[in-house]
């Protein structure tokens, strides 16, 4: 018998080209092959009459969500709230995020905690959302990689190469949004201290939002930085990357770390508690405690190709242990048990 269950993403359109909208792509086309049927816009017919749904699943709990969810408690529907934000891995992406942090903290507190559950991408997150804490039953599930999607990037890659200017030798790159937090002092005092192409393959904020050192780094890089702006083809991206360096300062999973690993990748990670949960140090990623570690890691591998290939085939398995089928049949399976 198969599952009636909205799906809703607030803000679904401006969260196209974040981690949180490639999350709720993959939780779609993970559905896909399960029994659930899926439905994405709220409407007043899928909380009354033949439409009734048996579940809400909230990606975003923003205001819209939050009446959604009331809403779904009042009629006896099962509201799961999905937690792709915390205060953590909020600090650093905006401006002004280090003093609205504490306060969100407080609102996701209380909005996690209306749903009958949470979904959580990581043990780490479910321990940082208990800290708060959120007293719902709070379940982990991997945000998962679409592998079948980073197919076929070669030619893009080398397309890439000449449109950046980036030539023959060793690149290294990270693709996302440019954020604080995801390592930009980092990454620029990597940059530096090497000979190597360095490139940011991801869109960055140039307005009042914008945290200055964003603003400061994409209008005057370093000689050998390039920071892309959106590209249209994120296959295009790793392919043309050789060593991929993620020194994140806080995550719940890192959806752009698993695309990396399944196109074959080196990657250089920081040392983050969510990091050491999913992946093996030297054995399919290394992990480094500072810029110096980062340093020495990147010019390991800039001189030592079967390593880097060592690396790369052993992230492609573990990347392979996230594939969306996996999610549909964790996202089923949870519908499932909180429907008996």
Not at 8 to 13: D, I, L, M, R, S
Not at 39 to 52: H, L, N
Not at 173 to 198: C, H, S, T, W
Request: net charge negative.
């Amino acid at each position: 018998m198969s599952v009636q269950i909205l799906h809703y993403c607030e803000f679904e359109a401006r969260l196209q080209r974040s981690g949180i909208g490639t999350a709720v792509s993959n939780q779609r086309t993970a559905l896909a092959a399960t029994t659930v049927h899926v439905q994405t816009a709220p409407r007043i017919g899928c909380f009354v009459g033949r439409q009734r749904v048996d579940l809400l699943h909230c990606n975003l709990m923003g205001p819209r969500s939050v009446l959604l969810v009331l809403l779904a408690r009042l009629l006896g529907i099962t509201a799961v709230a999905h937690a792709h934000v915390t205060a953590e891995d909020f600090t650093g992406s905006f401006r002004g995020s280090r003093l609205v942090a504490p306060w969100l903290r407080v609102y996701l507190r209380w909005a996690y905690g209306l749903a009958d559950v949470v979904v959580a991408p990581s043990a780490y997150t479910r321990s940082t959302l208990r800290s708060y804490p959120v007293d719902a039953e709070i379940h982990v599930l991997t945000n998962g990689v679409d592998r079948s999607a980073l197919d076929g990037g070669e030619e893009l890659g080398r397309r890439y190469r000449e449109r950046y200017g980036l030539g023959a030798g060793v690149v290294v790159g990270i693709v996302g949004n440019v954020f604080e937090r995801k390592g930009l002092q980092m990454f620029l005092d990597a940059a530096r201290a090497l000979p190597y192409q360095f490139v940011w393959f991801g869109p960055y904020d140039e307005g009042v939002h914008a945290a200055s050192a964003v603003r400061e780094a994409t209008s005057a890089p370093p000689a050998n930085v390039t920071f892309t702006g959106w590209v249209e083809d994120i296959r295009g991206a790793y392919a043309t990357i050789d060593i991929y360096l993620f020194p994140s300062e806080a995550e719940n999973q890192g959806i752009a770390v698993l695309e990396a690993m399944s196109c074959g990748l080196p990657v250089i990670l920081s040392n983050l508690p969510v990091f050491r949960e999913y992946y093996a140090d030297g054995e399919d990623c290394l992990i480094v405690e500072s810029t110096a570690g980062a340093i020495e890691a990147i010019d390991r591998l800039a001189s030592d190709p079967a390593a880097r290939d060592r690396l790369g085939t052993a992230a492609t398995e573990t990347a392979a242990t996230h594939d969306l089928a996996a999610v549909g049949e964790g996202l089923e399976r949870l519908y499932r048990e909180q429907l008996r």
